[in-house]
């Protein structure tokens, strides 16, 4: 099967969302391939959370068709709920329970057999057997995300959603998340994650699509982005091959630069 015959595990089309005055999704269009990992990055109120609610069947949208996992967000919320997951911006664990009853809670709400063998197999999976008798409470944040992150996938969702996994998480940490978000997409897992890190997005994506005044305004893999800026020009800025931040920077940076590739030649320049 060539990749233009199989059916994109989230297909977003013409996408749009206000709040009263204020037009958030004005037409976004992207598609997800199953078992990739895609990285919606934006600053912040770019509209990420909006468009990860609005897929997750948690907000309707105002325009366009969505669809996930085959399923249409608006006409079958039912069955695009079974087929994902959502780990929110914030993390959802009970600090009261322990890590494993947080897991065993979340397996008898969705009926499993086994709920206790359900929370060790994800415990051991996870590096948290030892943290799984100990109150969440007591986690560290990259723990606590890493059990929110575990809670999620009971069930076996082929589709998970993370807004924002690392936000407020240090370095060790973010690695540790990184490294989980990795291990699910080699299990064939399709994840779309919202960041604003954008060495996040460098370290995890296949493909990278950036959110912008309402839409997608960029997307493709980090090589075909870092094309975007090219490296002509004086020898000097040759040097060093552009991060995905300068990427960014020269698409959505300060208002006042006129052309993203001068942006960006400024501030190599400036460096
Ligand atoms: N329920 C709501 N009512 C009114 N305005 C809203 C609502 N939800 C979101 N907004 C506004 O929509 C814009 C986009 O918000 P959203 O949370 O989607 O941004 P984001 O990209 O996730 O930002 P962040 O990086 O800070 O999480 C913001 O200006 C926000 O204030
Ligand atoms: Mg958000």
Redo the contacts with the bound molecule.
């Keep these: 099967m060539t990749t233009a015959t199989i059916e994109p595990a989230i297909r977003v089309q013409g996408v749009k969302k206000s709040?009263?005055d204020?037009n958030?999704l004005r037409g976004v269009d992207f598609d997800v391939q199953p078992g990739t990992i895609f990285a919606l990055l934006?600053?912040?109120?770019?509209?990420?959370?909006?468009?990860v609610r609005i897929l997750s069947t948690l907000l309707k949208a105002d325009g366009g068709t969505a669809t996930v996992s085959g399923f249409d967000v608006a006409a079958q919320p039912g069955q695009v709920r079974e087929a994902i997951s959502l780990t929110g911006?914030f993390a959802a664990v009970d600090e009261v329970l322990t890590g494993r009853e947080n897991l065993v809670l979340i397996a008898q709400l969705r009926h499993l057999k086994n709920p206790g063998a359900v929370a060790d197999e994800l415990l051991a999976r996870f590096s948290l057997t030892e943290a799984g008798s100990r109150k969440a409470g007591t986690y560290s944040g990259g723990m606590r995300r890493r059990l929110d992150i575990a809670m999620s996938l009971i069930g076996d969702p082929s589709i998970i959603f993370l807004?924002?996994p690392t936000t407020g998480l240090d370095p060790q940490a973010r690695i540790e998340v990184w490294d989980t978000v990795k291990q699910l997409a080699q299990g064939g897992t399709t994840v779309l994650l919202?960041t604003?890190y954008l060495d996040e997005a460098e370290q995890l994506a296949d493909r990278i699509a950036i959110?912008h005044k309402g839409t997608i305004i960029q997307n493709g893999t980090l090589a075909e982005l870092k094309k975007l800026l090219p490296a002509g020009g004086e020898p000097v800025l040759v040097e060093k091959e552009p991060s995905l931040e300068d990427v960014f920077l020269a698409l959505v940076g300060e208002p006042a630069e006129t052309d993203a590739a001068e942006a960006a030649t400024t501030r190599k320049a400036s460096r």
Aim: charged share 20%.
């Design positions: 709040f009263k204020l958030v934006g600053s912040n109120g770019a509209g990420k959370t909006t468009l911006q807004d924002e919202t604003q959110l």
